[in-house]
Nanobody
Framework: QVRLVESGGGLVQPGGSLRLSCVAS????????MSWYRQAPGKERELVAS????????NYADSVKGRFTISGDNDKNTVYLQMNNLSPEDTAVYYC??????WGQGTQVTVSS
């Protein structure tokens, strides 16, 4: 059974940082592209960052380039999203995705003073 469990969300002030984690199980982690998406209230879910299975290709949404970093640890079956210099526009539920169809339950990130 595939499971993706996100953690690390919370409330942070503008300019602050958070690191999200997504622990995967039920499939061979290293063989799958891992992604982070987010969905803000009233908006569609959007891709934030992706990491190819071999780790050779990383992509970011323009809105997070230079502030967010995606990384993976094959030994821990975990993908991370380091988020720096957060702004209120980053407020959303953040979802981990494996491959093309497996999703986590999401973790809330709220950026507010």
């Amino acid at each position: 059974q595939v499971r993706l469990v996100e953690s690390g969300g919370g409330l942070v002030q503008p300019g602050g940082s958070l690191r999200l984690s997504c622990v995967a199980s039920g499939f061979t982690f290293r063989y799958y592209c891992m992604s982070w998406y987010r969905q803000a209230p009233g908006k569609e879910r959007e891709l934030v960052a992706s990491l190819s299975s071999a780790g050779g290709s990383i992509n970011y949404a323009d809105s997070v380039k230079g502030r967010f970093t995606i990384s993976g640890d094959n030994d821990k079956n975990t993908v991370y999203l380091q988020m720096n210099n957060l702004s209120p526009e980053d407020t959303a539920v953040y979802y981990c995705k494996a491959g093309i169809s497996w999703w986590g339950q999401g973790t809330q990130v709220t950026v507010s003073s």
